[in-house]
């Protein structure tokens, strides 16, 4: 048990944006512990305002460069809820596909350069090349598959250009989809290799628990593990799925003195979004090998154990997979037609919401007459988890104050970095010093 | 699944569109982009914020260049041409952060994997303004046909 303990993590690494951890521990008691996020808050919304309908999934799409496909799909599901404009089944299932290629982008990214190194026990993943130079290449070429799938389906790896309100600009040729099909059945045996190493330093996954209120979509007609259709429920919510249009009943955001994000709260003082909320909800429906992935890592529906958030991640490289196999022969057994999308304007308002990887993420737009943007709202996933994870914090810091100064350290980043938060989904440049 | 043979030059543009000279790298890639008959053995991607794709967009290319927004303590509009060797990032050697892609790191990456091009030539030019907007500050808007020269000498 540490008297005194101050620790200052100033910038959290292997996370994207800038986060801080500060504790302080004076006479055995804890003084001061908080999660801060002190970047300053970017109004992304201001920047649609304005703007033709029909351009503003291709403005939010910028917003970020991991999640920026998932911008982009709820937008354009707010859009078409503001202004009544349908979307052919044909088009919604290839949006699916599309939203399903991020989805492996991401949880790869994850799994692979940002979680595995505290799971190995190295600063980064360069070093870790030369340990584990055989995984970190399966990783890669996960990675590379799920570019590619982006690339076919959204027309670019990052920042979609074939969504538009109504449904896509291009499709792909069915030859082309035959070849998505037969590629990711051949990295089945990958993601295989990738769960088999990461099994293998599963007893590195700190054991911690704190029940939580998980927050995702839920899909009941027909019964789905869903990304993208659905109302919004919780494991606190009895069941029951929220209409997207309530949404702010749910997010309920408010400010804190120690964070420019706002935070979030529904039925606690706090909840979480992402894989491992998704995973509570929705467990059942997952395909066969991703309940087969849940099994091997002993993960159950309720568990509470954020640091389980990376195996959830990786339970949903396979259901994406294993259903985007299957979406692909329904899309083939039906034979793809091209379509005309037209839309017109007109006044509306209305709320788009899809699962990012990291979690639930909300759009809303109100449009003039013209089509023209008059007011918008968009609610990240991110910022949802802030709360949870200062409340995670309370929990595991008297848990482990036992430890060195410098495990209580890592296990408070890893906390943080288990949940794959995006705080500053916007801004990369570089800072450079020439060294000659 | 997608067959088509790379070309060997790639050039990459960063940044986001959302912040104004942050986004000079993909302001300049949609300007080449339209004179792309001029370079067949050329490929130029708008790779915006999604840093480390970076990692697959090099791969296995003889010559890489990428455009970026860089902070480097010089007059705002400033290019200058620099090769990975030639600098430091002010960020922590040891750490990798996505979204920040530090894209010096992820050419070491790229070498440890053995795919990394023989040639990689960064051209950073320092912003005047990270504002929310999606227009250049006058400084770099003015300056992007010399920007585009100075590329363009890169690739002949």
């Known amino acids: 048990m540490h008297n005194n303990l101050d620790i200052n993590v100033h910038h959290i690494t292997r996370v994207e944006g800038h986060g801080n951890i500060v504790v302080n521990v004076k006479n055995g008691k804890i003084e001061k512990l908080q999660w801060q996020v002190p970047e300053a808050p970017r109004f992304f919304e201001a920047m649609v305002r304005g703007h033709s309908y029909q351009d503003i999934q ?9 999640c920026s496909i998932t911008h982009s799909l709820a937008a354009t599901k707010a859009v078409e809820s503001a202004l009544g404009i349908n979307v052919s089944e044909q088009a919604d299932k290839l949006r699916i596909l599309m939203h399903y290629s991020e989805q492996l982008q991401s949880h790869t990214l994850h799994i692979g350069y940002l979680a595995a190194p505290d799971f190995f026990g190295t600063p980064s993943v360069v070093p870790l090349v030369a340990r584990a130079a055989d995984a970190v290449k399966t990783i890669v070429k996960a990675h590379r598959i799920a570019n590619t799938w982006s690339d076919l389906i959204a027309g670019r790896t990052t920042h979609p250009v074939t969504l538009i309100p109504g449904g896509l600009t291009r499709i792909p040729t069915e030859k082309q989809l035959r070849e998505l099909q037969q590629t990711l059945k051949d990295a089945v045996p990958d993601l295989k290799k990738i769960a088999e190493v990461v099994l ?3 007893a590195n996954v700190p054991k911690f628990e704190r029940p939580t209120e998980y927050v995702s979509l839920k ?4 019964p789905t593990y869903t990304f993208y259709h659905g109302g919004v429920t919780s494991n606190d919510n009895k069941g029951a799925a929220v209409p997207i249009e309530k949404w702010h009943d749910v997010a309920n955001e408010y400010m804190v003195e120690q964070s420019t994000a706002k935070w979030a709260k529904w039925h606690r003082d706090a909840y979480a979004v992402g894989a491992l909320a998704r995973f509570n909800n929705n467990a059942e429906l997952l395909s066969p090998m991703a309940k087969n992935a849940a099994k091997t890592f002993g993960l159950q529906k309720g568990c509470c154990n954020p640091f389980m958030n990376t195996v959830a991640q990786l339970v949903e490289c396979f259901h994406v997979v294993e259903t985007s196999i299957e979406i692909i022969d329904q899309l083939l057994t039906k034979g793809l037609k091209t379509e005309k999308v037209t839309s017109s304007p007109k006044a509306g308002k209305g709320a788009g919401c899809v699962e990012a990887p990291r979690g639930i993420l909300f759009h809303e737009y109100e449009f003039d007459k013209n089509g023209k943007c008059a007011a918008a709202d968009i609610c990240i996933p991110t910022n949802q988890n802030h709360a949870n994870i200062q409340k995670d914090f309370e929990k595991l810091l008297p848990e482990i104050l036992d430890q060195s100064e410098k495990d209580i350290r890592l296990k408070l980043e890893m906390l943080v970095r288990s949940y794959d938060p995006c705080i500053s989904c916007s801004t990369h440049f570089l800072n450079v010093q020439f060294v000659r | 699944m997608d067959q088509t043979p790379r070309k060997d030059t790639v050039v990459i543009g960063l940044g986001n569109l959302l912040m104004s000279d942050e986004g000079i790298g993909v302001h300049l890639i949609r300007k080449f982009s339209e004179h792309q008959d001029k370079f067949p053995s050329v490929e130029f991607i708008d790779a915006g ?15 890489a260049v990428i455009i970026d927004c860089v902070k480097m303590g010089k007059k705002p509009g400033t290019i200058k041409r620099f090769e990975p060797a030639d600098v430091q990032t002010t960020k922590k050697m040891m750490h990798f952060s996505l979204h920040e892609a530090d894209i010096l790191r992820i050419i070491e990456l790229s070498g440890q994997l053995g795919e990394c091009p023989d040639k990689i030539v960064i051209f950073g030019i320092e912003p005047e303004s990270l504002d929310l907007g999606q227009k250049l500050s006058k400084t770099l808007s003015d300056g992007i046909d010399a920007y585009s020269l100075d590329i363009c000498k890169e690739l002949c």
């Open chain 1, 219 to 222: 899909q009941t007609t027909p």
């Open chain 1, 58 to 66: 291709t403005i939010v799409s910028r917003i970020c460069g991991i």
């Open chain 1, 200 to 202: 293998s330093v599963a």
């Open chain 2, 49 to 63: 914020t999604g840093g480390m794709n970076v990692l697959h967009l090099i791969a296995n290319r003889k010559k």
